[in-house]
Structures are given as structure tokens and as C-alpha cells.
Nanobody, 123 residues
């Protein structure tokens, strides 16, 4: 069993940056591919980015490509999402997810979900 806890959300002005963290407990996160998803008010949850277990491969949604970067530190059992050039359209609850491959992160099934952290982009 893996428990995922997101942190780093908050209020930021348009054009600003935030770094989200996803820390795992229970099992080593290095066994899993990890992804970030987000759900804006009134919208479906959507894929944001994913990273392979080794960190050697990353994938991003077109809407965040060039602005968001996913990375991982397996020694810390943590995955990060660096978010730059934020816009109000990035406002959402951001969720961390783990599964056995990047393919499963993108297409399902997801094995483990965190409870989310709220990011609000507003002036």
C-alpha cells in the first residue's frame, strides 16, 4: 500500500510560480511511475504530467508543455511539479497518482491517488 500526500499549493498571482510535492509513504515510490492530474471547478479531472519510475521519461499535457516540469527524487520518495507562468486557467485541485507504468498513468488504471492540493491563480 502506498500513501501519497501532496503539498505546496496556495494562492499565486498570474505569471507566478509554485512547486508542488508528492511524498510517498508505505512503499518506495521508485517502483512506480507517477503523474499529476488536476480538476478545476465544474470540470473533469485531467492529466497534467507523468514521469517514469527512473525519471528517464517524462510526458506533459499540451496545455502545460513548456511551463510545467515534472521531476522526482527517489531517495526522498518524492515527485515534484514545478509550475511557471501560471494563469487563472491553471486554478484547480492538483492530485498525485502512482501506477506501474507511464502508460497506466495516462490511460489507467491508477493504483494510488493522493487527496490533492489546491492551487489558485488570481490577482
Amino acid at each position: 500500500q502506498v500513501q501519497l500526500v501532496e503539498s505546496g499549493g496556495g494562492l499565486v498571482q498570474p505569471g507566478g510560480s509554485l512547486r508542488l510535492s508528492c511524498e510517498a509513504s508505505g512503499r518506495t515510490l521508485s517502483s512506480f511511475a507517477v503523474g499529476w492530474f488536476r480538476q478545476a471547478p465544474g470540470k473533469d479531472r485531467e492529466f497534467v504530467a507523468a514521469i517514469s519510475w527512473s525519471g528517464g521519461s517524462t510526458y506533459s499535457a499540451r496545455s502545460v508543455k513548456g511551463r510545467f516540469t515534472i521531476s522526482r527524487a527517489n531517495v526522498k520518495n518524492t515527485v515534484y511539479l514545478q509550475m511557471n507562468s501560471l494563469t487563472p486557467e491553471d486554478t484547480a485541485v492538483y492530485y498525485c497518482a502512482a501506477s506501474y507504468s507511464v502508460g497506466y498513468i495516462v490511460a489507467g488504471p491508477i493504483n494510488y491517488w493522493g487527496k490533492g492540493t489546491l492551487v489558485t491563480v488570481s490577482s
